[in-house]
């Protein structure tokens, strides 16, 4: 072996080989940290998550009334549910509170966070705090509330300015439309301040350059709302629409906050979801109730994807009107 000033030639070679296992076992390490930090997510997604939804599409098609041994029923629980004209009912009143609901919250919302950001508009801070302010209020709270504003007592706070229109007072616990206009107001009332944040968050994000252009060619507020503001709101309306859809066909607390103990026991108010939990927990009718939730998901995922496609859809045509 040559030698060169009393240092073999193969030193920095070997050298450099254990440099490589150095950096591979410290890459092995950084790798294996990596994956234990993130392990706890998947363990409690898995558990919690995860099993409980492959677990629900299985007893999708067992029949169980969670003591007796499970029997294979097949499509017979997508059968029993699709035929029974309950389920129907809870669609048709999920749908008709969700657009009652849903539908002007987002409308409200930009409007709302179009004035919240509004340079001359003293109490920011006060007023946004204020809008939020429902959607971290206790249920129970919301309940106290709305009993009190939709009793169905003349003597009501919304029945006597009702009377004060010349309008007759309203059964709102009692009749169909009054509990439907009822908890769509609630669900107007809980949310509207949810989107407006978003909202506001996302005209925060829209250059002023915009706005100072648009006031110097004289654009007012309200075409800088529609011609501005709108477009550049799009992937957050996207997000409100979506989320918004899927809270409406999930709409089960507001329901049976209001009506209490007759909530399971009144068509005219029954949601999908309220139809689920009385399979589930009421009539101890596991299978039914899981094919309730997956017929549920398809919904959710079929309104969803509708939605936002009309909402791209529209953006693509404005932009090729404006081209």
């Given at each position: 072996m040559s030698k060169k000033g009393g240092v073999s030639v193969y030193q920095e070679p070997r050298k450099e080989k254990v440099k490589k296992k150095r950096y591979r076992s410290e890459e092995k390490k950084d790798m294996i940290s990596g994956y234990l930090y993130i392990a706890p997510f998947f363990i409690i997604f898995s558990l919690v998550g995860?099993?409980?939804?492959?677990?629900?599409?299985?007893?999708?098609?067992?029949?169980?009334?969670?003591?007796?041994?499970?029997?294979?029923?097949?499509?017979?629980?997508?059968?029993?549910?699709?035929?029974?004209?309950?389920?129907?009912?809870?669609?048709?009143?999920?749908?008709?509170?969700?657009?009652?609901?849903?539908?002007?919250?987002?409308v409200f919302g930009i409007?709302?966070?179009?004035?919240?950001?509004?340079?001359?508009?003293k109490f920011k801070h006060f007023f946004r705090v204020t809008i939020f302010m429902p959607y971290i209020t206790s249920m129970v709270a919301v309940a106290l509330i709305f009993s009190v504003l939709f009793s169905d007592h003349e003597s009501s706070l919304v029945n006597y300015l009702l009377s004060l229109a010349g309008v007759d007072p309203v059964n709102w616990s009692s009749s169909e439309w009054?509990?439907?206009?009822?908890?769509?107001?609630?669900?107007?009332?809980?949310?509207?301040?949810?989107?407006?944040?978003?909202?506001l968050a996302g005209i925060q994000s829209i250059p002023n350059d915009l706005y100072e252009a648009a006031t110097i060619d004289g654009a007012n507020k309200f075409q800088q709302l529609i011609y501005i503001t709108m477009p550049m709101l799009k992937p957050f309306i996207i997000l409100t629409v979506f989320t918004s859809t899927v809270g409406a066909l999930q709409l089960f607390s507001e329901p049976t906050v209001f009506l209490g103990n007759s909530a399971f026991t009144r068509d005219e108010a029954m949601t999908i979801v309220m139809y689920l939990y009385r399979d589930a927990f009421k009539l101890q009718s596991f299978g039914t109730a899981s094919a309730t939730a997956i017929i549920l998901l398809v919904l959710i995922t079929v309104f969803a994807l509708i939605n936002t496609s009309l909402i791209a859809g529209n953006g693509r045509k404005k932009r090729g009107e404006n081209a």
């Open positions: 995860l099993y409980p939804a492959l677990f629900s599409i299985y007893l999708g098609f067992q029949k169980w009334n969670g003591l007796s041994p499970m029997e294979f029923v097949g499509l017979s629980n997508f059968k029993i549910v699709l035929t029974d004209p309950l389920f129907w009912k809870s669609v048709y009143n999920t749908i008709v509170m969700g657009i009652m609901g849903t539908a002007p919250q987002l409007i709302f966070a179009f004035l919240l950001n509004l340079a001359f508009l009054g509990t439907k206009i009822a908890i769509s107001i609630m669900v107007f009332w809980r949310w509207v301040g949810y989107n407006t944040i978003i909202y």
